[in-house]
């Protein structure tokens, strides 16, 4: 904890407090097809964007399987729970996507945080600091914990000045 505080010393919020949920992806891997509904899978979510270039698609009903939790929409974040750990992305407009294994699901209230802001928050030392307590959790390698993602400590700073920041971050990305 004193790696943290001396990354951030203002007032934190726990993740969950800013969310509508956070949802764990299924533990099993879809059925892929060579088209149909995508699946976002953890090489997709890399460097704070999600790369369509190798998309995975399965059948309409796998689809609705996955999403029966929580459907990703537009402005939803995806966290890696693993292989790598802590990666983060926002769901762009028009991605019609459910998630594959090793992935949770970030559904931002967007009347308590500004999803660049959250985006950038998670992407910094100070987050992925928290999130690298989890290496050497798993047997075969790290994961992240949902209880340990749903803890994570995020800077509480007003809204307008959160869409501020996110802003400015955004362009200078």
């Excluded at 292989?83 to 992305?89: D, K, L, S, T």
């Excluded at 407009?93 to 009347?111: A, I, M």
């Amino acid at each position: 904890m004193k790696i943290i505080k001396l990354a951030y010393s203002g007032k934190c919020v726990p993740l969950h407090s800013l969310c509508i949920s956070i949802t764990d992806c299924h533990h099993s891997s879809p059925t892929y097809i060579s088209s149909g509904k995508m699946v976002v899978r953890t090489f997709n979510v890399q460097d704070g964007i999600m790369s369509l270039d190798k998309v995975f698609f399965t059948d309409e009903e796998t689809f609705n399987q996955r999403v029966s939790r929580a459907r990703p929409e537009a402005g939803d974040l995806i966290i890696t729970r693993e292989a790598p750990m802590g990666e983060v992305c926002v769901i762009p407009k028009g991605v019609d996507c459910c998630l594959g294994q090793r992935l949770v699901l970030v559904k931002p209230d967007l009347e308590k945080v500004d999803i660049q802001f959250l985006l950038y928050s998670l992407l910094s030392e100070f987050s992925q600091t928290q999130i690298g307590k989890n290496k050497n959790t798993g047997s075969i390698v790290s994961n992240l914990r949902i209880p340990l993602l749903k803890d994570l400590l995020i800077p509480d700073i007003e809204i307008d000045a959160q869409r501020a920041i996110g802003n400015v971050l955004s362009v200078i990305d």
